[in-house]
């Protein structure tokens, strides 16, 4: 066979196809014979197969008849000079017309079309079609990254929100109104009782794997070496470090509840508008004296933090300290703080107190003192003034890695998560529903 001659087999093993794809369209009806639903039974199912048989073939029968009918008239159409013979290509105007709308309905497209027969599209609207199709998918997609994103910024996942119904109807509060502050964190919403005590509620994104980059901060702790239960959430950790904190008498919100990624605390700010951070406030307004009084206050959150609770911030800045319209300061974020006992925490400190002492040398506050004298101050260890802080903290580090920063470091621990254990069990207590159960 020649390559023409198979050319020629294919052409006709096509036009065939499209003749009988377009003879089923035109003669398509459908019927419903409700006799063929009812139940069946074994015996009746062999007949029923034999029917069919029949049926298929009769309808083919009458197909090909057809066929024969209407190609004949089309021969009539034909003008003079064109034969029936002469091939008709996947391209020709009516076939790929068909061809488009049988698509368009059937699979190719993404649109709602209904279920449509013996149609024809031109390639032109086809074409349109197809792509409207695409970029409609893409719209609706971008649509529900979007919402599902929504629903991630706030935090407030149906779960979350029961916690909260849960925790109306205990009394711990008696409306949730507002969103304080998303961060990339956690969102932190406004909490009212009966219209005089404010709360705030952080509600941590468990999700985001910002959260597993920060092992750094806890492998190291031996508070969270063991309980795995606290380990993985860090709202029990906040919860842990504002209750130390508080008890010495910092300055910071008392930690009033926590349930797995969902903390509830006191309100920094006043009539419900929370306190600026130290990177908002309008310093321009401030005179020397009063820069300095600030500076003065987050020196002494930081000497009491270490000396008093045994902690290092580890993430200190203008964003994590409020200045309330009295002109006090509060400290905020300390899911991150650290215990004196992790091996890097002089590191951390290091850090924080580039931050503070940049900060308030930016804004103008007279007289700061330089990295090492505020490190000697925090920590009584003795830095020589004219070398980097770093390398000295680091070689420190090095040559003293036995020595234990708090030498009080087993019992504390051990009575701080007995203490909080124990907390939990009163809170578990007071639930109404152990009364039901
Ligand atoms: N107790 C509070 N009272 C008033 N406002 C608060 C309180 N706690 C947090 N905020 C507000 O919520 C913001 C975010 O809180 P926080 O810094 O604890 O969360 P975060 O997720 O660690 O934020 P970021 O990632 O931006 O540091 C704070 O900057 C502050 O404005």
Same mark, same amino acid.
């Given at each position: 066979m020649t390559d023409e001659e198979v050319a020629l087999a294919l052409q006709r093993q096509f036009d065939r196809e499209s003749d009988v794809a377009r003879a089923v369209v035109s003669s398509s009806t459908v019927q419903f014979t409700p006799d063929r639903y009812h139940p069946k039974t074994q015996q009746e199912t062999d007949s029923e197969d034999e029917d069919d048989d029949a049926l298929r073939q009769a309808a083919t029968d009458m197909l090909y008849a057809k066929l024969d009918a209407e190609n004949a008239s089309d021969e009539r159409r034909r003008p003079a000079g064109e034969s029936s013979s002469s091939t008709r290509s996947k391209h020709d105007i009516a076939t790929s017309a068909h061809r488009n709308a049988d698509k368009t309905f059937n699979d190719r497209n993404s649109l709602p079309t209904g279920d449509m027969v013996g149609d024809k599209i031109n390639n032109k609207v086809y074409n349109k079609l197809m792509a409207f199709g695409k970029s409609e998918t893409k719209r609706q997609m971008r649509q529900k990254d979007k919402e599902e994103k929504a629903t991630m910024d706030t935090s407030v996942d149906s779960d979350t929100r029961l916690m909260l119904l849960k925790w109306i109807n205990q009394e711990v509060f008696d409306s949730v109104d507002g969103i304080i502050a998303t961060g990339k964190e956690s969102a932190v919403l406004h909490a009212a009782k009966n219209q005089e005590t404010s709360y705030a509620i952080k509600v941590y994104? %468990? %999700?985001?794997?910002e959260f597993k980059n920060r092992s750094e901060y806890v492998k190291d702790d031996f508070r969270f070496k063991n309980p795995r239960g606290v380990l993985k959430i860090w709202a029990e950790r906040e919860f842990m470090n504002l209750s130390r904190m508080a008890k010495n008498g910092l300055p910071c919100p008392q930690p009033v509840k926590v349930r797995r990624n969902v903390l509830v605390m006191s309100f920094v700010g006043a009539d419900g508008l929370a306190a600026p951070r130290l990177k908002n406030?309008?310093?321009?307004?401030?005179?020397d004296e009063e820069r300095r009084a600030v500076y003065d206050q987050v020196q002494s959150i930081m000497c009491r933090m270490y000396k008093d609770c045994l902690l290092v911030h580890a993430d200190l800045s203008e964003f994590n300290l409020l200045l309330t319209p009295d002109n006090k300061v509060h400290v905020i974020d300390v899911s991150q703080a650290m215990d004196l006992s992790h091996p890097r925490c002089l590191q951390f400190l290091t850090r924080d107190i580039h931050n503070i002492i940049a900060f308030f040398t930016r804004i103008g506050t007279p007289n700061m003192p330089t990295a090492v004298q505020l490190f000697n101050l925090i920590t009584q260890l003795e830095m020589a003034d004219d070398q980097d802080l770093l390398v000295q903290v680091e070689q420190f580090s090095e040559e003293n890695r036995s020595v234990d920063l708090r030498h009080d470091k087993s019992r504390p621990a051990d009575m701080e998560l007995k203490k909080y254990n124990e907390e939990k069990k009163v809170n578990r207590g007071v639930s109404p529903a152990r009364e039901y159960n």
């Open positions: 994104k %468990t %999700t985001l794997s406030v309008e310093w321009e307004f401030f005179t």
